[in-house]
């Protein structure tokens, strides 16, 4: 350490006292109180936006909030169906070609009006110009070859490939504006100085993790909200939310436990709720021989017992997803059978969880070779998903049922993943959502294979080739019944296969206080000033 | 030149700490996990995005050259940007800090004032049954874990009776240019609860201290003397013990003031109180490097930047004490 | 120095408070002892466990066919076993680390004291550091470094803890080196380590030894803190401190036996363990004697 820096170390040290000692914050005293205004809507929510891009990360931390002020140029609605945005209609020219026609008399917060150019720099934005580590949104336009514009409202896409999927994708974008030159950087955007969109909301503060302040877009192209103004605080804890909603001092309050629902109720907010886009489930590894904390009854390691896929359906048959979704989920939930909640787009009405059946599992095991059972560490992320740590203690409970000895280890999400990426597990809890079935079952069960895509979430390299040309097949064929009913199929497939246990699809849940009228849940979970309506008149 | 030396020693002691603190911190939240997955969706990104993002945070680098870049950066007065709120990280503390300066500060104001006030009565009537109360109550707060503490302060004034709020920091007014929760009642409110629990083990503290300092003054000559003049006890108490026992007194408040910064850590994570210390202990769990550095070093400062001002507090008042450089 | 601890342990306990505080902390060390046998439940065996009788109140009777004399936990565990087995982790845990760092610090600190030169400018080097923080600081660095496990715990406890009494035993050996009985072994010319083993290690002991039990009752509430913190032990092995922390999140919901139970017999630990260490603190020391 040269003596230079000794001093310099020196003068930081003294420059953290003097900012300690509140030395540096001497400006002008203001003292003034927060104006209660009774028309804005107040909103806790459990989204802490971490930035103003609305291209950096694909998280709803993020994208809950910035739909405000951003919009897409297609909706998805309550049963996940495609419906116009910014775009009012959309149409394959060919296998590689696709036409969007974009709404007439829309404009930015700043005035300029949307067109085909927005679109095209938008895409440009995020597949050529955002660098590492924003790069969640690059899959959905990374099969993008070329952009054309025949005229300003109608935009044509050409793909490298067939993307049967593109609209569904185009329902993630943010439509941004393209600026007089260049195109803009995170750091532009976190001042807060050019977050402008089209939609409902304009943009008015921000501070990082603690609050949003919104006003409303009174020349938004469609029906115009009913709130001037909007709040959103960011309140992690979900007990502080619970608290800050039943005494009023917000009027919608998100991600509500739900063990606290029924106090809630009591003191007098309502509650709406629906079933999420999403499935939590356990994933098995089938690929290695040998796997860590997987021992015979005696401590000694044994070979893979999940590529036996009668082990895998005893452990599934042995799950009490009662408990988990009764007990731990307090009711709200769903006993889940594959990916998506029964009933929405692409599921199987054939597949539904039933009551555990300990007996016909344990003969299973013994028909597998294990009619004593072996030990196993199951492990999953703590505090990520509702239920997530105590789900890895039930399940343990309903296993030792069939001799199967289940130590669960929790760690925080972050840890968990690295661990997991690291091969420190055999099996694990874990967690997705996904716009559609297919996008779920191309992810988490089809085969890995990065050339294609396929199978970034298949941890556990599950491999099934009959899938695989199911799911292929299902994939080409155009939104509608027919492709619907041909996910539902290789959905029973893959699951009579049990490469993973699905156990349930947890309820989003959102209380809101006595000045809202209603709140229309969406399964993908978002908070929204949208789907808050006001009480009376 | 001692007290250029003492205050040299002092810098050079600072400087070790801090070194050695980041370097354990760099290494530990090094090894814990990979901070790129709470960055990225992991349900929608590939293993390439992954690894894209591992290499633009330089973590893809070996631990000792990332440590080598972050004291670079330090050095220039940069800890980095945090990688979750893409916010230079010590803006981040530097914005949480009104919180838990007002919380700590609030704690104190109660603590201090009753701590002594108890303690003065209490030795006084040294022996009695009201002696030995408090002594007892003061022994059994200080066995009271923080934070079932701030749980039951929860419980009894939040959900049984309904009287305060159970977290959050409530409305708050621009003062300074920072935001503080003490000018709004509203924010006074809230204030309640948290700072009771970071004063009740402090009345304590400073109830016992005051208290033995009282038996110790109150058999000294100069009090018999007094008595012996026949000034009336609550004189004797007021003008004489009292300012005898203060340094004391002062020490420990501002040595607990410290202390109170890094019990903050549990009691603002309890009732959600947006401070540094929640901030700590958050970034932690989301391996934010960056904001977990900066936190650490704060505190590290703060801490010994305040045992340095009471020791300078302690030579102004006390001519018997002198700095010395071996501590 | 025998002899006084004996008097001290034999000394009529002053007060109802003295009693019952040794009362107490014996009943708790026989419980904790004797868990596995007197507990209604292993709460560490999921065959033991049902879940659907998560979150009974107390005084519900599961299917087990014994008595939840304190209510289920949202996983259906029996809060008074999970007490009974929390309080073997707590205190295994604490007097364990205690223990070990007393050690660690004794030899330290006297070792310190010995040498003098480059030796003591390092460890006391060390010392000054550790303690210009504060210990739950120095645990939670500690802890984040090492990981969790109940094994990691008692090593983040022995480093947060070994430099108090580092501290305390050099400034004693510093007076004792100084005793004229110590220049006589020095003439001698005894081994240094027979010195420092058999003449200046017991003779430092005696105030490192008052610093035990309060340092235990330390012990106890940082390892608590640390798990509420979700730092410390695994999940399926709850100490009194993750028990507390598991009940947090019930305590809105009116569930409240699930945090106030385990809260309730760690406070009483932390507090018989403190009067009974205060009690021991002032007997061994003359000087506090007066006060």
């Given amino acids: 350490m040269k003596l230079g820096n000794l001093i310099r170390a020196g003068v930081l040290c003294t420059l953290l006292m003097s900012i300690f000692l509140g030395i540096v914050s001497s400006t002008p005293a203001q003292a003034q109180g927060q104006a209660e205004d009774q028309a804005e809507l107040r909103i806790a929510t459990s989204y802490k936006l971490m930035t103003l891009d609305p291209h950096f990360a694909n998280l709803n931390e993020n994208t809950s909030l910035l739909s405000h002020i951003y919009e897409r140029l297609v909706y998805q609605d309550e049963k996940l169906e495609l419906k116009p945005g910014l775009a009012t209609s959309w149409r394959p020219l060919s296998d590689t070609r696709w036409e969007f026609k974009l709404r007439e008399n829309v404009r930015f917060h700043d005035g300029s009006e949307f067109t085909a150019d927005d679109v095209g720099y938008t895409i440009e934005r995020i597949r050529d110009v955002l660098k590492p580590p924003s790069g969640g949104f690059r899959s959905y336009v990374s099969g993008i070859k070329a952009i054309s514009a025949p005229d300003p409202l109608t935009v044509v896409i050409q793909t490298n490939a067939p993307v049967p999927n593109l609209p569904l994708f185009f329902s993630s974008i943010f439509v941004m504006n393209r600026p007089s030159e260049g195109y803009q950087t995170t750091e532009d955007l976190n001042t807060g100085r050019s977050s402008i969109g089209t939609g409902p909301y304009r943009f008015e503060s921000w501070s990082s993790g603690e609050r949003l302040r919104l006003a409303r877009n009174d020349s938004y192209w469609g029906d115009k909200s009913a709130w001037p103004t909007v709040s959103f605080r960011v309140v992690e804890n979900p007990a502080a939310r619970v608290a800050a909603l039943s005494t009023g001092e917000v009027d919608v309050a998100d991600a509500i436990p739900a063990r606290d629902v029924a106090s809630l109720k009591e003191r007098g907010p309502r509650i709406a709720n629906i079933g999420a886009a999403r499935v939590n489930f356990v994933q098995f590894d089938v690929s290695r021989d040998t796997l860590p904390g997987v021992t015979d009854k005696s401590g000694k390691p044994i070979a893979n017992p999940f590529k036996n896929p009668l082990v895998r359906r005893a452990l599934a048959m042995a799950t009490d997803r009662g408990v988990l979704v009764d007990k731990i989920l307090a009711g709200y939930g769903t006993a889940a059978a594959q990916v998506f909640p029964n009933g929405l787009p692409g599921t199987s009405g054939n597949l539904t969880a039933g009551p555990p059946n300990y007996d016909e599992a344990r003969s299973l095991l013994a028909r597998a070779g294990f009619p004593d059972g072996f030990n196993l560490v199951l492990a999953g992320p703590a505090g990520r998903y509702p239920g997530d740590a105590e789900s890895l203690q039930a399940i343990a409970q309903s296993w030792a049922r069939i001799g199967v000895n289940a130590q669960p280890s929790a760690a925080p999400f972050s840890v968990f993943n690295s661990k997991r990426a690291a091969g420190e597990y055999a099996v694990w809890y874990g967690g997705t959502s996904g716009e559609a079935v297919d996008v779920i079952l191309h992810a988490l069960v089809a085969s890995p294979d990065p050339e294609r895509g396929t199978g970034a979430l298949n941890f556990g390299k599950y491999q099934n080739a009959a899938f695989d040309a199911m799911l292929a097949k299902a994939e080409g064929i155009k939104e509608g019944p027919e492709r619907n009913q041909a996910l539902a199929e290789a959905t029973e497939l893959a699951m009579a296969d049990q490469p993973i246990i699905p156990l349930y699809h947890f309820h989003h849940i959102v209380g809101f206080g006595p000045r809202i009228g209603s709140y229309v849940m969406h399964p993908r979970g978002w908070t929204t000033a949208m789907q808050t309506l006001p009480a009376g008149e | 030149m001692g007290m250029i030396s003492v205050v040299t020693g002092r810098f050079l002691q600072a400087f070790l700490l801090l070194i050695a603190m980041s370097l354990i911190g760099f290494i530990g939240i090094h090894s814990v996990g990979n901070p790129v997955f709470n960055i990225v969706n992991i349900e929608t990104a590939t293993p390439e995005d992954i690894r894209r993002a591992t290499v633009a945070l330089g973590l893809d680098q070996p631990i000792w050259r990332q440590y080598l870049v972050f004291l670079d950066n330090v050095v220039s007065g940069n800890f980095g940007t945090s990688y979750i709120y893409h916010l230079p990280a010590f803006e981040l503390v530097i914005a949480k800090l009104p919180a838990t300066l007002e919380l700590a500060s609030v704690a104190m104001l109660i603590a201090a004032p009753f701590g002594t006030g108890l303690g003065l009565i209490a030795g006084r009537r040294r022996g009695t049954l009201l002696d030995r109360t408090v002594l007892r109550a003061s022994v059994s707060a200080l066995s009271i874990p923080s934070f079932w503490l701030a749980m039951m302060l929860i419980l009894v004034g939040a959900i049984l009776t309904g009287w305060f709020p159970s977290g959050g920091r409530g409305s708050t007014a621009s003062f300074l240019g920072q935001d503080w929760s003490f000018l709004t009642a509203n924010g006074l409110w809230h204030l309640v609860l948290p700072a009771s629990a970071l004063a009740i083990p402090n009345i304590a503290l400073i109830a016992r201290l005051s208290r033995s300092g009282t038996i110790e003054v109150e058999n000294l000559d100069h009090t018999r003397f007094c008595r012996a003049k026949g000034l009336s006890p609550r004189r004797i108490l007021l003008r004489h013990t009292l300012p005898n026992i203060s340094v004391p007194i002062v020490t420990i408040i501002g040595l607990q003031f410290g202390g109170m910064l890094a019990f903050a850590v549990v009691v603002e994570s309890i009732f959600s109180w947006p401070g540094v210390g929640k901030l700590l202990i958050d970034s932690i769990q989301l391996l934010d490097r960056p904001v977990v550095m900066a936190t650490l070093t704060f505190i590290a400062v703060a801490f010994v930047a305040l045992n340095a001002l009471v020791d300078l507090f302690h030579a102004v008042l006390d001519p018997r004490v002198r700095l010395s450089s071996q501590r | ?291």
């Fill in chain 3, 1 to 291: 120095m025998k002899a006084r601890i004996l008097s001290v342990l034999k000394k009529r306990p002053h007060g109802p408070v003295m009693t019952l505080s040794k009362l107490l902390l014996t009943t708790y060390i026989l419980l904790a002892v004797a868990a596995p046998v007197i507990a209604p439940q292993n709460p560490y065996d999921p065959l033991q466990i049902y879940g659907w009788e998560a979150s009974s109140p107390p005084g519900t009777t599961g299917s087990g066919g014994y008595l939840y004399l304190l209510g289920t936990d949202g996983l259906g565990r029996d809060i008074a076993s999970t007490i009974l087995y929390g309080l073997r982790i707590s205190l295994v845990v604490s007097i364990i680390s205690s223990a070990a760092a007393a050690l660690i610090g004794l030899t330290a600190g006297v070792s310190a004291a010995w040498f003098g030169k480059w030796v003591d400018v390092a460890i006391m080097r060390l010392v000054d550091l550790q303690l210009s923080l504060p210990t739950i600081l120095i645990a939670l660095i500690a802890i984040v470094t090492l990981g969790p496990g109940v094994d990691r715990i008692i090593l983040a406890l022995i480093i947060a803890q070994w430099a108090t009494y580092a501290r305390i035993a050099r400034s004693v050996a510093l007076s004792e080196a100084n005793k004229p009985y110590m220049d006589a072994a020095r003439l001698m010319r005894l081994p240094t380590s027979r010195i420092i083993f058999r003449h200046l290690l017991p003779n430092s002991i005696a105030p490192a030894l008052t610093l035990i039990p309060i340092e235990v009752g330390h012990a106890v509430a940082l390892e608590a803190t640390l798990s509420f913190l979700g730092l410390g032990v695994p999940i399926d092995k709850p100490s009194l401190g993750s028990a507390v922390a598991n009940g947090f999140q019930y305590l809105l919901t009116g569930q409240y036996w699930i945090s106030l139970f385990p809260g309730l017999a760690l406070f009483g630990l932390i507090a018989s363990i403190n009067f009974v260490g205060e009690d021991v603190r002032r007997s061994l020391d003359p000087r506090s004697k007066s006060l």
